[in-house]
């Protein structure tokens, strides 16, 4: 029997720092809790300044740090993504708006979610700061933010989708050190 496999889909503006980040984070845990049968995860931007390029060299730096290597190619948002995906996470409300505009019913609109709705440590959902002028600090809290709210983004969907989990998570510790283990997307 196959399984109907759950869409989910990050969004930034170039797709080259903050939503390749926030893929890998979330393709880590869901590896990390052995779900990735029931998953199709992938990131976009809603800019095509960037269009086929790798992510972000400090974007990818900082995440091979936590353990993640980050293979993605850049890609723009598209309508049809409404049809392929069920969470759309845009990270900032210049990129919601602009995905809420290409919006062709209430059901589209309702599969999307400012992604820090899903951090447990801030209420009101701020927008994940803009890394790409700054230096290296601005991509790794990028990165601490994005990996919070994997975490808790993968919680409510095994809540609200019913999987079945049949081991229990490790602990996740949001330091900057290096894991000595490697995930890729
Ligand atoms: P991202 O960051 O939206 O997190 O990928 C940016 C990447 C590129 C540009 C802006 C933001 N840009 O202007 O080229």
Redo the contacts with the bound molecule.
């Keep these: 029997m196959s399984i109907q496999k759950i869409g989910v889909l990050f969004v930034?503006?170039?797709?080259?720092?903050?939503?390749?980040?926030a893929e890998g984070a979330f393709k880590h845990i869901v590896r990390e809790r052995e779900l990735e049968q029931f998953f199709h995860i992938d990131s976009c931007?809603t800019?095509n300044?960037?269009i086929g390029e790798e992510p972000?060299e400090k974007?990818v730096k900082v995440a091979a740090g936590r353990g993640i290597v980050l293979k993605h190619k850049c890609r723009q948002f598209s309508a049809r993504d409404f049809q392929r995906f069920d969470f759309i996470l845009p990270?900032d409300r210049s990129?919601y708006r602009s995905i809420i505009n290409q919006a062709a019913s209430e059901e589209d609109k309702a599969k999307v979610f400012l992604l820090r709705e899903f951090d447990p440590t801030v209420s009101g959902a701020p927008d994940?700061p803009?890394?790409?002028?700054g230096d290296i600090g601005g991509f790794e809290h990028?990165q601490d933010i994005v990996s919070r709210c994997a975490v808790s983004l993968l919680d409510h969907i095994i809540k609200t989708r019913n999987i079945q989990v049949f081991s229990e998570p490790e602990p996740e510790e949001y330091s900057t050190e290096s894991e000595d283990f490697e995930d890729d997307i």
């Design positions: 930034c503006l170039g797709n080259i720092c903050r939503s390749p980040a931007g800019a300044y960037h972000n974007t990270v990129n994940v803009d890394p790409y002028y990028v």
